[in-house]
């Protein structure tokens, strides 16, 4: 069974920073992509960024600049770190994770429980 474990949600003032990290643990076979979306209410959840297991990186116009994604393949563990925060970036942040179980499994998506990041003005 896999599990993805997130932590680092919070409440800050706007410009301030926050680092969210997401664990993947379980049986796993190999990891390609992870990811960080986001859901703000009455919104429909976004991809905010995303990287492969080879370190390219994408994220949506709104945080270029300002996030940072990064993973620790050993660790099989992503990070956001967010700069510059604005109340706009209010949601509840998921992590994801494009993983196999075993080779002959066909890779899947799998998904933490969520971390609230709220940004006060």
């Known amino acids: 069974q896999v599990q993805l474990v997130e932590s680092g949600g919070g409440l800050v003032q706007a410009g301030g920073s926050l680092r969210l990290s997401c664990a993947a643990s379980?049986?796993?076979?190999?990891?390609?992509?992870m990811g960080w979306y986001r859901q703000a209410p009455g919104k429909q959840r976004e991809l905010v960024a995303a990287i492969t297991s080879g370190g390219t990186t994408n994220y949506v116009d709104s945080v270029k600049g300002r996030f940072t994604i990064s993973r620790d393949n050993a660790k099989n563990t992503v990070y956001l770190e967010m700069n510059s925060l604005k109340p706009e970036d209010t949601a509840v942040y998921y992590c994801n994770a494009k993983l196999r179980v075993r080779l002959t499994v066909p890779e899947a998506n799998y998904w933490g429980q969520g971390t609230q990041v709220t940004i006060s003005s």
């Open positions: 379980g049986s796993i076979f190999s990891i390609n992509a």
